[in-house]
């Protein structure tokens, strides 16, 4: 089940494409986008990251951090950055697996990976905006960037 709009967002710590700890509480202070997404080298998946991108001034700036997190391995996700110019985090829920995405509502127990949820938080960690698609739904950058915008 997805978390509430008005809850707090679940801290956790996962590892980066470049295997460095990244926490959600690291980033009080500033908005931020927490996005699952099936897997990386995807269609779908690869035009939703190519998007966060190509508008990073909307997604990856002073004021907001967007983490892209997926049950791959640190090792695929680095290819995967790499491959595509993706600059922002992305985050390994990889061991325990699927751990993150559980806690927020988007882990598919008979697929064994993350869904398409995006939660916008804002600088205390509530989450003021949610959307949560299936694997072969795509969601929309503008929504993201219209839940942004609407946070003072």
């Not at 690869?46 to 090792?75: H, K, P, W, Y």
């Not at 491959?83 to 985090?89: F, K, N, Q």
């Not at 939660?119 to 942004?148: F, H, Q």
Request: glycine share 8%; net charge negative; proline share 3%.
């Amino acid at each position: 089940m997805a978390l509430e709009v008005g809850t707090v967002a679940p801290d956790f710590t996962l590892r980066n494409q470049f295997g460095e700890d990244v926490s959600l509480s690291d980033f009080r202070g500033k908005k931020v986008v927490v996005m699952f997404y099936p897997f990386a080298f995807t269609g779908i998946c690869t035009g939703e990251l190519c998007e966060i991108r190509d508008r990073q001034m909307d997604f990856d700036n002073d004021d907001t951090v967007t983490l892209s997190i997926s049950c791959d391995s640190t090792a695929t996700l680095k290819a995967f950055a790499d491959a595509e110019g993706l600059t922002h985090r992305l985050l390994s829920d990889f061991w325990p697996h699927g751990e993150v995405s559980r806690a927020y509502g988007a882990f598919w127990e008979e697929t064994g990976f993350a869904t398409r949820a995006t939660y916008v938080l804002d600088r205390d960690g509530v989450i003021r905006w949610s959307v949560v698609n299936g694997p072969g739904e795509a969601r929309s950058s503008n929504d993201y960037a219209e839940a942004l915008a609407s946070i003072d």
